[in-house]
């Protein structure tokens, strides 16, 4: 097992404590969680402590060559689309993927309803899916549903409602002392990087001053990676979004300010237009997709696409979703 042992216990102490209620997990900060393997696309990786100050769903599946897990990992696929619709952010998290499966991971990783990270770690669950749900303050918290998505009394809905509804109590930051909260309100809370910097600069120099320097700087790492692979990833209108709110939050922050007006400079080139005008006509089709199930149809009108895409990143992204929509469909006769 090695690196996934730690992650076990975590896992399995947050299964035992689930029956006392979510007020047993306040005090129980889950540490940095070392992932086996965690890919945000095909070029950069991370952890999935990245998305601390975030609500995130990991959505935990078996899945390999046998047709009963892909139908299976079908239909927690569209439970997590009406997850996304609610604000939460979507990870899928493959047990056990062989070399295969990682690549058919990232396809679905892709899909629409996914931020685009997927985790491929020799965890053994085979039973029914996993849902965990790792918290603003970066507690993790798991629940294992069965094929009516319920355990016990609780509906899936009810397990994730406190992910829905902590985003607005991370506002008021989290930690053991008053600047703790306080800079974190204004890094997590409101995104103001620069302004939790200053409030820092002001203080005499301590241990916890130092952490929480070091807090900023990753978190500004952790943005700035983001949009970078979304860049790479062909999500070009979430990128330059995410770099002018990043541009915002570190105005006045010297040196990180010139790095995120670089993280900018590829949507600025002569053939990004062309990419940003067929990245349009690609959300509308994943649109329809979504509203339905993927079909023959839906595959031609793909290809259709492709024939007017200008070479790209975008158009990358385009003939991966495209794989998926056509093993989806092959999956889907097949039953």
Not at 163 to 171: F, L, N, P
Not at 317 to 323: F, K
Request: aromatic share 6%; proline share 4%.
């Amino acid at each position: 097992m090695g690196r996934a042992a730690p992650l076990i216990l975590v896992l399995a102490s947050a299964i035992c404590a689930q029956a006392d209620g979510w007020s047993a997990f306040a005090s129980k900060p889950a540490p940095d969680i070392a992932l086996p393997d965690v890919v945000l696309n095909d070029t950069g990786q991370g952890l999935l402590s990245d998305f601390r100050g975030r609500s995130v769903v990991v959505v935990v599946i078996a899945l390999d060559s046998h047709i009963d897990h892909w139908v299976e990992a079908e239909r927690v696929l569209r439970r997590a689309s009406h997850l996304s619709d609610r604000g939460l952010d979507i990870v899928l998290w493959l047990n056990g993927a062989s070399p295969r499966d990682d690549r058919d991971a990232r396809v679905f990783a892709r899909a629409p309803w996914f931020t685009g990270l997927v985790v491929a770690g020799p965890i053994t669950f085979t039973s029914a899916p996993q849902y965990w749900l790792m918290l603003v303050d970066g507690t993790l918290h798991g629940r294992r549903m069965n094929q009516r998505g319920t355990q016990g009394k609780g509906t899936l809905d009810r397990f994730l409602t406190p992910g829905i509804t902590s985003a607005k109590g991370v506002r008021a930051g989290w930690g053991e002392t008053r600047l703790q909260k306080q800079v974190r309100a204004l890094a997590y809370g409101h995104g103001h990087l620069a302004r939790a910097r200053t409030l820092l600069m002001r203080r005499p120099d301590s241990e916890e001053r130092r952490l929480l320097l070091d807090e900023l700087e990753d978190l500004f790492a952790r943005r700035l990676r983001r949009t970078r692979h979304d860049v790479e990833d062909g999500r070009l209108h979430r990128a330059h979004a995410s770099a002018a709110r990043l541009i915002d939050d570190v105005k006045g922050w010297e040196q990180r300010e010139d790095a995120a007006y670089e993280s900018l400079r590829p949507l600025r080139d002569p053939g990004a237009k062309a990419q940003l005008k067929f990245e349009r006509h690609l959300e509308r089709w994943l649109q329809a997709v979504r509203a339905g199930r993927p079909s023959e149809r839906h595959a031609a009108q793909l290809q259709s696409l492709l024939t007017r895409c200008p070479e790209g990143v975008v158009r990358e992204r385009a003939r991966r979703l495209l794989d998926l929509v056509q093993r989806a469909t092959k999956i889907g006769g097949n039953r």
